[in-house]
């Protein structure tokens, strides 16, 4: 158990005779790690599980070298950010943020100056003094994000974070997880909608029915995936020469001319060898080449070949 | 992977001992249970009784003022034992109503909003929620019950002279052992009813209920059995007993007051149990 990582060794908590997750082991490290899954697969399970929240059935957890059942400690080093969405009756935000800095032991003085950096820091400074009960639900998200950061935490466990979010909420806040990330951070991010952890997170944990089916960057998990053949989108003046040149290599197995006309997908065994070709095959077919992208590289896509099901895992 | 410098720093302060984080959760349920103007209205009232029994014991050793109203010094018959025994009782009815009321409001909205994540997702633990709770719920009931009353018998004491304190000290440890014992059990039993329940009006139902029917039973079997065998389960008879046996007096119950205590060391062990089953921060399905 390394007191700088976050590890989990073969945890399994069970509701009676309800998986929750079963016999997890990961090794979460500094920066954005989303975790994934359809509602009920167990990404929430886990995150309480982090957190102290639960205890599993069996199994170790380490949170930077902290046991999650000494509540003391490890919640000097956590932040968590609920699902739920549930506040004192009456709370007003800087008296929800002030209440949750004197349990952590933040003295009254300090504890008011760091309130309002925090409400400055979601954007709320200006309805620090009204009820939270009247916030809109985004607000009620940034509030949440809010106690979560108080005490300066070095690892951020959020929950469904963007939820409620308007676009330009879940733009803002997306920045500043980046931000946290930067700083040198644990920001772990659960979410069901997958585009929205591709677009933030540096790695994934996917989670399926209570177990981990993939971990790790989301090139790398796409690459050991080899049932599927990786997907390249190539636009270009001349895709039909493109196509023909990709088909005499051994490892494309398709070479796809799309509607548009100016387009190829080609999919291949060997990505890596794949993109070594493709500049002699530009230079010999004489085309002028826009964009090079990989079309499958994503965690929908990746999510989608690992349980079966294509499209959004809600 | 992103490689990141490491920059962040975390709160260096000076930080509020551990040992007294629990009073954060117990100022907030205090600051709670006041927002109440209602609640506040009552608790004055629960002051009322200390404050006749004060005029009382002014105006039994203000020997002008007795002669004005045109009474003797033995107009109740002096301030006796059943003075301070009459006057317990009146402070521990409007005791246990602010617990009743009190007790619910602490804990069952937390549980029926799920908000014990958010609570349990700080440096405490389980046990200081409950400390915290438990605390507040003291620091409201002592005042007009074993604050008054104590200050009641010193003030007798001090007015009576002749060593009227130290030859009824017994007044004494009744009020404060006594009241201690009330308010620990009912609030526990308040407490672990809410947290059973989790909504609030039931919680205060199930309360007054379960005491009604815990009486009833244990009457019952009394009658059943011409026995006091009932009285193992009668928690009213019980603390009455026990209470009854601090001030020197006979008791109501007829089992020896070793068996009321452990009935309501019961009460109290059996609460204790349900808070820490049901105050989870996620409910366990089964």
Known sequence: ?314 | MAVYERAWRPYAGRLTPMGRRFLVVTRYALAQAFESRLFTAFYAACFLPSLLALFLIYISHNLALLEQLGLTREFMGGLTLVFFRLLFLWQAIPGFFLMAILAPRLIAPDLANSALPLYLSRPIDRRDYVLGKLAALFLVVSPPTWVMGLALFLLQAVEEGGGWGVTNWRIALAYLVGHLVWILVISLLGLAISAWVRYRPAALGALFALLFVLSAFGSAVNGITRSSIGDVVHLTRAIASVVQHLFGAPTSSGLPVAVNWLTLAAVALLSVFVLNRKLRAHEVVR
């Open chain 1, 1 to 314: 158990m390394t007191p700088d990582a976050i590890t989990l060794r073969d945890v399994s908590k069970f509701y009676g005779e309800v998986l929750g997750v079963n016999r997890i082991t990961l090794d979460l490290k500094p920066g954005l790690t989303g975790l994934v899954g359809p509602n009920g697969s167990g990404k929430s399970t886990l995150m309480h599980l982090l957190t102290g929240l639960l205890r599993p059935t069996r199994g170790e957890i380490s949170v930077l070298g902290v046991d999650p059942g000494d509540p003391e400690r490890l919640f000097r080093i956590v932040g968590y950010c609920t699902q739920y969405d549930s506040f004192p009756s009456g709370a007003t935000g800087l008296s929800f943020l002030r209440h949750a800095l004197a349990l952590h032991g933040v003295p009254a003085d300090e504890g008011d100056r760091r309130c309002f950096e925090l409400l400055q820091q979601v954007g709320l400074a200006d309805a620090a003094r009204r009820r939270i009960a009247g916030y809109s639900k985004g607000m009620r998200q940034r509030i949440k994000l809010a106690h979560a950061l108080g005490h300066a935490p070095r690892v951020l466990v959020l929950d469904e974070p963007l939820n409620g979010l308007d676009p330009m909420g879940r733009a803002e806040m997306i920045r500043l997880f980046k931000e946290l990330a930067a700083d040198g951070r644990f920001v772990i991010v659960s979410s069901h909608i997958l585009h929205e952890v591709d677009a933030i997170c540096d790695a994934v944990v996917m989670v399926h029915g209570g177990s981990v089916v993939a971990e790790g960057q989301i090139r790398a998990v796409r690459g050991e995936i080899t049932s599927q053949p990786i997907q390249v989108l190539v636009r270009c003046d001349r895709p039909r020469a493109i196509a023909a040149a990709a088909l005499a290599l051994d490892h494309v197995v398709e070479a796809k001319l799309l509607d548009d006309g100016a387009s190829v997908l080609v999919r291949t065994r060997d990505a890596d060898a794949f993109y070594a070709s493709l500049t002699g095959i530009v230079i010999g077919s004489g085309a002028a080449v826009e964009t090079v992208l990989p079309a499958d590289e994503s965690v929908d896509a990746v999510y989608g070949y690992l349980i079966g099901q294509p499209g959004v895992p809600t």
